[in-house]
C-alpha cells in the first residue's frame, strides 16, 4: 500500500513532467548543472568551502528562527539576508576574480617541450640554492594571468636556465629579493612582489616572507610557487595556499609537470618526453 501510494505521488508526477519538458528545458537544466559543477570545482580545497558551510548554516538558523517564532533572531537574520549577495559579492571576490580569469584566458601558443625545460632548470637550481642556504621564490603562471605582478618587476623575457636564476637569487644581486615569474616556459620577470599573507592570518606566524609572499599569491591565483629557505635549507611548492616540503628533485619535478598539466611518457627510444594531459 506504502509503494503503490509513494509511486502515484511521487513517481507519476515525476515521469508526466519529464514527458512533458520541451528540449529546451533539458539544454537549461544541464547549463545549470555546469555551473554549479564549475563553482564547486572553484572553491573545492579553499578556504570559500568553510565559508560556504557557514552561510549554509546561517541560513537554517533563519528558517528555524522563523519556524519557532524567535522574533528577536528572526529579525536579525532577515537583516543578513538582505544583504546577502553583497556578503557573497566581498567574502568571495579572490575566488570571483580567479574564475574570471580562467574563464577568459585562453593559451594557444604554450609549448609543452619549453615549460617541461623551464621546470628541469628551476628544479636544478632550486636544490642547489637550498645546499648553499640561497633563499629564492619562483612562480609559475598557469592559467589565471599573474601580468599585474609583472609588470611591477623588472621585465627580461629569458630563456630559464638554471645559471640565470642563481645569478638573479645571489644575495649580492639587485633582483634577488623579489620573486621570479614563469609565463609560457621563459623567465618573464624578476624582482616581483608578491601579495603577502595578512600577518593576522594563522598560516603567517609558522612561515617567513618568502612562505607568505608565496601563500598570498597562490590564493589569488592558480599558480605554483617554488620556495627555497635559506635558513631550512628546504625546497616547499606551494599550491592553493598549501606548502608541501619537497624530498628530492624528483619529487618537485614530477609535482609541477603534474600541475601544470604535464606528464612524463617514453617513446619508443625509451627516452622520456612531457605530453599534454
Keep these: 500500500m506504502l509503494l503503490e501510494s509513494f509511486i502515484n505521488d511521487t513517481i507519476v508526477p515525476i515521469g508526466w513532467s519529464i514527458q512533458s519538458m ?12 555546469l555551473i554549479i559543477n564549475y563553482i564547486i570545482w572553484l572553491v573545492k580545497g579553499t578556504r570559500s568551502v568553510q565559508v560556504l558551510l557557514g552561510l549554509g548554516l546561517l541560513s537554517l538558523t533563519y528558517f528555524l528562527s522563523i519556524k519557532f517564532q524567535l522574533l528577536t533572531l528572526s529579525f536579525l537574520m532577515s537583516a543578513f539576508i538582505s544583504n546577502f549577495f553583497l556578503f557573497l559579492v566581498i567574502l568571495f571576490s579572490t575566488d570571483i576574480r580567479r574564475g574570471l580569469a580562467r574563464a577568459g584566458r585562453f593559451t594557444f601558443s604554450k ?3 619549453a615549460v617541461t625545460e623551464a621546470i628541469n632548470e628551476v628544479v636544478r637550481a632550486s636544490f642547489f640554492m637550498a645546499e648553499k642556504r640561497i633563499g629564492a621564490l619562483i612562480a609559475f603562471e598557469h592559467h589565471v594571468s599573474l601580468g599585474e605582478f609583472i609588470e611591477a618587476g623588472a621585465k627580461l623575457s629569458a630563456v630559464v636556465s638554471d645559471r640565470l636564476l ?11 629579493d623579489g620573486a621570479v615569474i614563469i609565463q609560457d616556459g621563459r623567465l618573464a620577470a624578476a624582482g616581483c612582489f608578491l601579495p603577502l599573507l595578512p600577518s593576522e592570518d594563522n598560516v603567517a606566524r609558522f612561515f617567513g616572507t618568502r612562505h607568505r609572499a608565496a601563500i598570498g599569491l597562490s590564493r ?14 628546504l625546497v ?10 619537497m624530498m628530492g628533485a624528483g619529487s618537485l619535478r614530477d609535482r609541477l609537470l603534474t600541475h601544470m598539466g604535464l606528464k612524463t611518457v617514453k617513446d619508443k627510444s625509451g627516452k622520456a618526453r612531457s605530453k599534454k594531459s
Design 22 to 33: 520541451r528540449w529546451q528545458d533539458f539544454v537549461d537544466i544541464f547549463l545549470v548543472a
Design 236 to 245: 616547499s611548492l606551494v599550491k592553493d595556499g598549501e606548502v608541501e616540503v
Design 220 to 233: 589569488e591565483s592558480d599558480a605554483l610557487v617554488v620556495v627555497v629557505s635559506e635558513e631550512r635549507g
Design 166 to 176: 642563481l645569478a638573479i637569487f645571489n644575495t649580492g644581486a639587485p633582483l634577488h
Design 111 to 113: 609549448s609543452n617541450s
